[in-house]
């Protein structure tokens, strides 16, 4: 085929022409066309078709300049309307679900975590809880990588955000904060930040709720935080 993998492993195969017309290429720079992406997930939205996935994110090869730009324009996407922030949710949840290569350009972006977490901060915390759930999701995702990490503490906003989802929203959303806080809780400055921040009662509540998902979960939490001795009081 003639998508941008198959071109590129033509070209890293050594070969300097055209596989169709068979001429010689001036040059061997790929260039994204964000046009027709764009094209195809419209296409695919307007007839209830899945957008096909990218191609790293089955086998896990490095990501294009193609897909950082794309990455971008989703995170983007979150001031735009409600209905494209909800859409542009979904995609961020899917691909840093299923590629860690995309976590890992996170923080190349500029004031990612504000850009990401804004809709969140405009009023209730849960006052959409489907795109609260996928924007809390991506966040945990995001964790996954160590560099994102920095970022996240360093955010006024981001463990108060965890806090409040901890609290408010649907299960699988403070399921994944309290998942969030755990991972934050690697470190012994975060741990204390997350402790004074007021996170001990939120992951108390959810551990007594007893749900099936999400006990395990705020128990960890919970036992992270206790590793700090300031904590301990605090539970």
Known sequence: TYDR???????????????????VLSHTILTPNCLVRKLISSWCKGHGVA??????DTNGEMITEFDRLYFNSLVTEMFSSLTDRK??????????????????????????ISRLIGPLLEGSVDSDPELQ????????????????????????????????????GTIETRKNAAVALSMLSSDNDRRLMIGNAGA????????????????????SAILNQCVEYNNKEKF
Not at 206 to 211: P, S, T, Y
């Open 51 to 56: 957008v096909p996935r990218s191609h790293q």
């Open 87 to 112: 859409e542009a949710a979904k995609e961020l949840r899917r691909l840093t679900t299923a590629a860690p290569s995309y976590r890992a350009i996170f923080f190349e972006f500029t004031d990612p």
């Open 200 to 219: 001990p009662m939120p992951l108390l509540q959810l551990l007594r709720e007893g749900h099936p998902i999400a006990m395990k979960e705020a128990a």
């Open 5 to 23: 993998p198959s071109i590129q492993k033509w070209l890293n195969e050594g070969n300097l022409t055209c596989p169709q017309s068979k001429e």
């Open 133 to 168: 759930e996928d924007l809390i999701t991506t966040f945990m995702n995001l964790l996954v990588d160590c560099d994102n990490m920095k970022l996240v503490a360093d955010h006024p906003d981001a463990i108060p955000l965890l806090i409040k989802s901890v609290e408010f």
